[in-house]
């Protein structure tokens, strides 16, 4: 068996290599991949080198939503057997801190998380990863679905950010993948009325083809009026802002309703953004803010399996392994065109 990788060797330029098999350490398995998900930040480190204050260093591997079948037990694994397939939830925590013991493990500061430097991702034929972190997946979820069950928990934890619930009128900024599974998330939760706004007709068409009771097009529409519009000037009980644009950010004071909560999701390229918290003030409306997920792997697992979420619905393009390079280019060169890229993997 050999073991490939494809490496970021520099901005926008990739290389597959022939790597060493793993050897699982106790508690781990070896996963043989058989998709991985191109994520925005995926693209974002080969675009621009970096994230805020994570920069690549070196040559580096990206991805981090990935599902395959497990080849190989380490030592002292009791829950996996070979043939199993899996999904990995990509970030390995330290399990000691006071965040880890409260149960909010993503905000460990130690975390060890699939492409994010200095630890490389999995875009990788064969990959260790501990039996703690794969999940195994029914019969009837694929594992094309099973990648996307990260995406999908960042989707989940938005929802339940936000306390949607039965009957809610929600608006989501931004119907890119992440903006869709909140979509997914939301119509789970029993929001009755879901108002998707983007600037990307492709976008939007998923978005209504999702579930999306209206899509306002940024572009052509005044999206304050039609929300106004929408709700007699009462605004929406839960904005989720899921582009990550300044402009988004500061339209989510005006969108959201007297009493209701702002979900903040994406990551503008700004850090500090002017903002009107007078608004917030007068409608006594929360704030909250979403950082990956947590303990949602086997509710996202069990929602596709129910039928409750159809998440391959957001997957418009899928190339294999060796084309690793022409799909980053592909989905940089076309953003207007995809929603969600798959890598299925040789």
Known sequence: MKN???????????????IEMPVPAEGEVIVKLEYVGI??????????????????????ILGHECAGKVVQLGSGVKHLKVGDRVALEPGITCGQCE????????????????????????????????????????????SEEGALVEPLSVGLHAAAQGGIKLGDHVVILGAGCIG????????????????????????????KRLGATQVINARQEDVLGVVAALTDGAGMDKVIETAGSEHTVKQTPY?????????????????????????????????K?????????????????????DVKGIVTHEFSFEESQKAFDFVIDNKEEVVKAVIKMG
Not at 4 to 18: G, N, S, V
């Open 39 to 60: 994520c925005g930040s995926d693209v974002h480190y080969l675009e621009h080198g970096r994230i805020g204050d994570f920069v690549v260093e070196g040559d580096f």
């Open 4 to 18: 490939r990788a494809f490496y970021m060797t520099e901005l926008k330029k990739m290389e597959m290599r022939e």
């Open 99 to 142: 965040f880890c013991k409260s149960g909010k493990y993503n905000l460990c500061p130690d975390v060890q998380f699939l492409a994010t430097p200095p630890f490389h991702g999995c875009l990788m034929d064969y990959i260790a990863f501990p039996e703690n972190m794969a999940f195994k997946l029914p019969d009837n979820v694929s």
């Open 180 to 207: 869709l599974v909140t979509l997914l998330a939301c119509k789970a939760f029993g929001a009755t009325d879901i108002v998707v706004v983007d600037i990307i007709e492709k976008r939007l068409e998923a978005a």
């Open 289 to 309: 803010s979403v950082f990956r997920y947590r303990n949602l792997y086997p509710a996202a697992i069990g929602a596709i399996s129910g039928g409750k979420i």
């Open 255 to 287: 969108l959201v309703k007297r009493g209701g909560s702002i979900v903040l999701v994406g990551l503008a390229a700004k850090d500090i953004i002017d903002f009107d918290f007078m608004q917030i003030m007068f409608k006594e409306a929360d704030i």
